[in-house]
């Protein structure tokens, strides 16, 4: 079975640009959530989205956003874009369902996102 | 919130055994995760432990939880320098699976 897949993984922009990440979650998975990693916050929470709805948020300001397709791939939107939000941005899948717990996250290799 | 807490960095010899070692806060964390991480990666799922159970054994890998104290511990015995790498320490509530994790120990096997 493939795993996550995030493209690009990649990303140089500059000052005030927006950016849009994509990601791919594993088949049959309906649960995607996207994190933040920096050397100096680690790793945040951003948002997690399942069947097309924003079902839990994380403490980030409004120029985050995201949304899930009915395929359940995603996609992160960054407008603005500030020096701060260059890192690794981290997608996750899971299968979403009741079994909390056991429902484990699979994580992509990320997209390296650098702003200038 | 939760809090998870982990040391930063731990450096062992090859073959020996990597103790890496994790507090947290929220005693309703119910889901107990560790992930590794190599350089230019995504995390990778490891293990994880229920709060019910005590340990976890999956090959070389050893997961014991005190649950009264909130702190998890990560066992690998016979480390080899393959096993460099970042590793998190994650928790979850039984209200949301989100986990919070910790800000990972390097660990560094020389030979």
């Known amino acids: 079975k493939a795993g996550v897949t995030q493209t690009p993984r990649y990303l140089i922009k500059t000052r005030g640009q927006q950016v849009t990440l994509s990601c791919s979650p594993i088949?049959?998975?309906?649960?995607v959530s996207w994190y933040q990693q920096t050397p100096g916050q680690g790793l945040q929470f951003l948002f997690e989205y399942f069947s097309e709805t924003q079902r839990n948020k994380g403490n980030f300001p409004g120029r985050f956003s995201g949304r899930q397709f009915s395929n359940s791939r995603s996609e992160m939107n960054v407008s603005t874009l500030e020096l701060g939000d260059s890192a690794l941005y981290l997608c996750?899948?899971?299968?979403?369902?009741?079994?909390?717990?056991?429902?484990?996250?699979?994580f992509g290799p990320g997209t390296r996102l650098t702003v200038l | 919130g939760e809090d998870v807490e982990q040391s930063l960095f731990l450096s062992v010899r090859e073959g020996d055994s990597s103790v890496i070692n994790c507090t947290y806060t929220d005693s309703s964390s119910t889901y107990l995760y560790w992930y590794k991480q190599e350089p230019g990666a995504g995390l990778q799922l490891l293990t994880y432990i229920f709060s019910n159970m005590d340990m976890k054994q999956d090959q070389r890998l050893t997961v014991l939880l005190n649950k009264k104290d909130k702190h998890l511990s990560l066992r690998i015995a016979d480390t080899q320098t393959g096993d460099s790498a970042i590793y998190f320490c994650?928790?979850?509530?039984?209200?949301?699976?989100?986990?919070?994790f910790g800000r990972g120990t390097s660990l560094i096997v020389h030979p």
């Open positions: 994650a928790a979850a509530s039984g209200g949301s699976y989100i986990p919070t």
């Open positions: 996750a899948s899971s299968r979403g369902g009741p079994e909390v717990g056991t429902d484990t996250q699979y």
């Open positions: 088949s049959g998975h309906r649960s």
